[in-house]
């Protein structure tokens, strides 16, 4: 069933309630090495360092309030000090990298601590960590502009920079005029024409101003440049772009990242907005990125729009970029959400299978950093095997069967070495591997090595020793897929006696769903029917094999929706309930004890045949006794 978008939003965000960046205690390294007397003086923001609740924006600004205000009380604080002031900074805005304010307040904070290098260096780590804020970026650059003046070259490579980030933004003319104000001051009109020839086709909230400035710039060097722009027209198309989006930019009340859920019209307004930009001609795919990038500035914890994006991406052929957005996403999403991570693992398989060999160690680490994280998930060494057998146990039809055996055994050395070594709890296996096994990992890459046994290398006997030996593992005791494998064995070498001892264990040794047990129970039946002839299934009856074990023809039915049912210990009430009303007659029905079905033709030429005699005949007769098993069996015993 399809969910709602509001139910499906709704959902993404309780379940990023518990996020993989906080802790229930902050940090105590930030309290390291500070002086008794400091720690007494300053006791009401200990305990804001050591109570911090990181899921909770008012304990957050709180904290960093407190810290702002040490630097107002110590005018010359210790190096200890100091690097106390920084942690607390450097901790919130690890896990929090989209708060571009406390960025601005950590710049300044800095900045007295310890000059400006250090106040410049840490706008530097902002613009890093958070590059699509044009707030940090145009912080940076009027800092860079102000104090570094004749680093041209430098401030040039940081204005490009910035434009690929912040230039689509439609609020980014704060950027765009510090741009232009820039190259004016250096005097390059050529660097000039081509900033108003972007910009002129971007829709910006100050548009017409630049069209303005565009004109007047085009008239003013019109024999300096060959400007090649119809100025109208260009404009009056993005003038179209302009009233287009802003119905749905003027409904933006919350642009930028906080901590608790946004609001249900802010989400479908976002929803409404990608859709218009991927369906309109006139949005490009760099406006249509960046409203993405923005969507997802707000939304950061909602992996609806995360999935939107990277499908958007895989579908415009931006795989380099795709990926960067793949890995931006599953770590910030929980662990608890899947969708994005599922699609992450896909998204590398099939780059591998297209021939990006580069991609093969991004993708075992995620394998490994999912299976730890979903360790019932045996999706991932599935997929592994099927890699590396690929890769480094390939092998062609231009090979010789003797390579194509060789690699075929080999491959199976290496599932029996890696099995071995888990089990031994030794470190001598493929470390890739080892990283993806668990003890509910452990039953696939045995049933792998079972196969290449059987259905490869054609080793029953080898196959049969690894049933026996890895049955009695208790890792082995749920697996569905190794029992089933099992069963398929015993059936594809008519091991009857295996058969009956496998059915038998089912419920009690054999734990495995209840559905799969009636389906097994009813496959073996009808392949006991199909392969067991009547007359050996009445010598095993009248020699007494049953008695204690499963009858395959009357005890199985018992087995259907009660896997724990057995004989023992149903003593004489056994014949009783199977023979209500008619004594002797269920198990011991009447059989003819000369039989001449399977006489030989040549023995009756002389003679004619014998007549027949029976077995159990005489109970036949015996009187009808009616056991009324509802009274005994449940009213008298509850």
């Not at 208790?474 to 009956?500: C, R």
């Not at 204690?548 to 014949?575: H, T, Y």
Request: proline share 3%.
């Amino acid at each position: 069933m399809e969910i709602h978008t509001s139910e499906r939003h709704r959902t993404d965000f309780q379940r990023s309630k518990v996020m993989n960046a906080t802790n229930s205690r902050g940090d105590l390294n930030i309290l390291t090495g500070l002086d008794v007397g400091f720690l007494r003086d300053n006791g009401e923001w200990v305990t804001q360092v050591e109570s911090i609740a990181w899921d909770n924006i008012v304990s957050l600004d709180s904290l960093v309030k407190s810290t702002e205000q040490l630097v107002l009380k110590y005018s010359s604080p210790n190096e200890v000090i100091k690097k106390s002031i920084q942690k607390v900074f450097e901790n919130v805005l690890t896990r929090y990298p989209l708060f571009f304010g406390y960025w601005k307040r950590f710049t300044a904070v800095q900045y007295q601590l310890n000059g400006l290098e250090s106040s410049i260096e840490v706008l530097s780590r902002a613009v890093d960590a958070f590059p699509h804020s044009l707030d940090l970026w145009c912080a940076y650059l009027n800092v860079l502009m102000a104090n570094n003046a004749d680093r041209v070259d430098q401030i040039r490579i940081n204005f490009e920079i910035a434009r690929d980030f912040v230039g689509f933004q439609f609020l980014s003319h704060p950027f765009w005029d510090k741009y232009i104000e820039f190259e004016t001051a250096q005097g390059q009109i050529d660097k000039l024409a081509a900033i108003y020839q972007a910009i002129s086709r971007i829709p910006l909230h100050q548009y017409s101003k630049y069209y303005t400035a565009y004109k007047e710039f085009a008239q003013s060097n019109s024999s300096k440049l060959q400007i090649d722009d119809d100025i109208d027209q260009v404009f009056s198309i993005t003038q179209q772009l302009v009233n287009s989006v802003w119905k749905f930019e003027s409904q933006i009340s919350q642009s930028y990242f906080n901590l608790g859920p946004l609001a249900q019209k802010e989400l479908d307004n976002w929803d409404q907005y990608l859709n218009f930009a991927i369906d309109s001609e006139l949005v490009s795919n760099q406006l249509t990125k960046c409203i993405f990038q923005r969507c997802l500035i707000p939304c950061r914890y909602y992996e609806h729009f995360w999935v939107r994006f990277c499908s958007w991406m895989e579908r415009n052929d931006e795989k380099a970029s795709c990926l960067e957005v793949y890995q931006q996403g599953v770590q910030v999403l929980p662990t608890d959400v899947r969708k994005l991570r599922q699609n992450y693992l896909s998204f590398l398989k099939e780059s591998l299978r297209i021939g990006n060999q580069n991609l093969l160690e991004v993708y075992v680490l995620a394998m490994a950093e999912y299976s730890g994280l979903y360790p019932t998930e045996t999706s991932f060494i599935k997929d592994f095997l099927m890699i590396i057998k690929q890769r480094e146990f390939a092998s062609s039809l231009s090979q010789s069967d003797q390579e194509i055996l060789a690699q075929q055994v080999a491959f199976s050395a290496y599932l029996e070495k890696n099995v071995r070594m888990f089990l031994r709890q030794q470190e001598d296996g493929d470390e890739r591997l080892q990283n993806l096994l668990n003890d509910s990992t452990l039953p696939i890459i045995v049933v792998e090595l079972i196969k290449s046994s059987y259905l490869i290398l054609k080793n029953n006997l080898q196959t049969k020793a690894y049933f026996t030996e890895f049955g009695k593992l208790p890792q082995m005791k749920f697996s569905t897929t190794f029992w089933l494998t099992h069963y398929k064995f015993l059936k594809a070498t008519v091991d009857i006696n295996g058969l009956e001892e496998f059915v038998t264990k089912l419920g009690t040794e054999i734990k495995i769903p209840t559905t799969i047990i009636n389906d097994i129970v009813g496959d073996f039946k009808s392949f006991f029917l199909t392969n067991v002839g009547i007359s050996d299934y009445e010598r095993e009856v009248s020699g007494g094999r049953y008695k204690m074990g499963l009858d395959p023809l009357v005890d199985l039915e018992f087995k259907i929706n009660n896997p724990l049912w057995s004989k023992q210990g149903l003593g004489a009430l056994k014949r009783d309930n199977r023979d209500n009303g008619h004594p002797g007659l269920y198990l011991d029905k009447p059989v003819i004890s000369n039989t001449i079905v399977e006489c030989q033709s040549k023995d009756l030429v002389d003679k004619p045949p014998p007549l027949p005699t029976f077995r159990n005949l005489e109970k036949v007769n015996k009187a009808a006794v009616h056991k009324d098993f509802f009274s005994t069996d449940y009213l008298y015993q509850t």
